[in-house]
């Protein structure tokens, strides 16, 4: 069960934008630990996609954008492709638990 | 460019040990931290524990306390997540992660490609 909360599926056209919320509380997000976004293609490991709440890794697109406010973060996707069909995870620490390195539900993203 | 290189899929019976491992290169290996990440078929991703490549020292997910070890071997810039008394829960892909542990905070900025342990029921 995990302490960070993500809608299971999100879906749009191509070009579109879509947005993926992670929910946490005041032992993690709150309490000021950054959230970083991972996207797990098919078949492959997941990657670093948004690092420290909204910064990308080089050669991540500019389409792919994270902000958090307050116990939440979000992930928006802008201009929609058919590659990024994907799982994605956000992720951060938990000073409450006894294993503190915390992943989301994770969400899939369908391009229609 | 970084690459973490990790073993080949495994087959193993309820009760044995298996033993993964994560080859790093292109950067300094004692600079860095490694984390293990475990996902479950079709299911998300769990945190297992890290180790620090420079210190040797480790930290576990109270559900893998005493089950898990994780090792390094500096001169092979390699290090090792070896798990025991496997049961069928334990068939999944196992991911070793860098992590460059100025803070807690800090990202798993490069990813193992996976390894498929498989404990038949």
């Known amino acids: 069960q995990s302490v960070l909360t993500q809608p299971p599926s999100v879906s749009g056209a191509p070009g579109q934008r879509v947005t993926i919320s992670c929910s946490g509380s005041?032992?993690?997000?709150?309490?000021?630990?950054?959230i970083h976004w991972y996207q797990q293609l098919p078949g492959t490991a997941p990657k670093l996609l948004i690092y420290?709440?909204?910064n990308r890794p080089s050669g991540v697109p500019d389409r792919f954008s994270g902000s958090k406010s307050g116990t939440s973060a979000s992930l928006a996707i802008t201009g929609l492709q058919a590659e990024d069909e994907a799982d994605y995870y956000c992720?951060?620490?938990?000073?409450?638990?006894?294993?503190?390195?915390?992943f989301g539900t994770g969400t899939k993203v369908t391009v229609l | 460019q970084v690459q973490l290189v990790q073993s080949g899929a495994e087959v193993k019976k309820p009760g044995a040990s298996v033993k993964v491992s994560c080859k790093a290169s292109?950067?300094?290996?004692?600079?860095?931290?490694f984390h293990w990440v475990r996902q479950a078929p079709g299911q998300g991703l769990e945190w297992m524990g890290w180790?620090?490549?420079?210190?040797?020292?480790?930290e576990f997910s109270q559900k893998f306390q005493g089950r898990a070890t994780i090792t390094r071997d500096t001169s092979a810039s390699t290090v090792y997540m070896e798990l025991s008394s496997l049961t069928s829960e334990d068939t999944a892909v196992y991911y070793c992660?860098?992590?460059?542990?100025?803070?807690?905070?800090?990202?798993?900025?490069?990813w193992g490609q996976g390894t498929l342990v498989t404990v038949p029921s």
């Open positions: 992660a860098r992590w460059e542990y100025s803070s807690s905070s800090d990202p798993f900025d490069h």
């Open positions: 292109g950067y300094t290996f004692i600079n860095y931290a």
């Open positions: 180790i620090s490549a420079d210190s040797g020292n480790t």
């Open positions: 005041s032992s993690n997000i709150g309490a000021g630990y950054d």
């Open positions: 420290g709440n909204s």
């Open positions: 992720q951060s620490y938990d000073n409450s638990l006894s294993a503190p390195w915390v």
